[in-house]
C-alpha cells in the first residue's frame, strides 16, 4: 500500500527557509515522477513542482522558480522526495502535499491525474 508522509513544515518569517520532506513507502517508485502541491484556505489545490526518476526533468510553478528546488532521493521501495524553500513570501503560506500516481513518467502539472496524496505539512510565513 502506497503511504506518503510529508513533514518539515512551520511557522517562519518571510525570507527564511525551510526544506520538506516526503517519505514515499509501498512500492517502487522507480521511473516514475513525483510532485508538490500546494493549498492555501479557500483556494484551490495548485501545482508547485515535480521530478522524474532520475531528477533530469524539473519543473516548477513560475510563482516559485529560483526559489524552490525539488530533488529526491531513490531506494528500492522508500523513496524520500524534498523541496527546499528559501526566500519564502507570506504568499507561500499553505499546506503543502506530496503526490504520486503509478503511471506518470514525465511533468504533469494538472492535479487530476495524481492518484495518491499525502496528509500535507503546513508552512506559515509571516510578514
Known amino acids: 500500500q502506497v503511504q506518503l508522509v510529508e513533514s518539515g513544515g512551520g511557522l517562519v518569517q518571510a525570507g527564511d527557509s525551510l526544506r520538506l520532506s516526503c517519505a514515499a513507502s509501498?512500492?517502487?517508485?522507480?521511473?516514475?515522477?513525483m510532485a508538490w502541491f500546494r493549498q492555501a484556505p479557500g483556494e484551490e489545490r495548485e501545482f508547485v513542482a515535480t521530478?522524474?526518476?532520475?531528477?533530469?526533468?524539473?519543473?516548477?510553478a513560475d510563482s516559485v522558480k529560483g526559489r524552490f528546488t525539488i530533488s529526491r532521493d531513490n531506494a528500492k521501495n522508500t523513496l524520500t522526495v524534498y523541496l527546499q524553500m528559501n526566500s519564502l513570501k507570506p504568499e507561500d503560506t499553505a499546506t503543502y502535499y506530496c503526490a504520486f500516481a503509478p503511471r506518470i513518467i514525465n511533468t504533469v502539472r494538472a492535479r487530476w491525474p495524481w492518484d495518491y496524496w499525502g496528509q500535507g505539512t503546513q508552512v506559515t510565513v509571516s510578514s
Open positions: 521530478i522524474t526518476w532520475s531528477g533530469g526533468n524539473r519543473d516548477y
Open positions: 509501498g512500492r517502487s517508485f522507480s521511473i516514475y515522477t
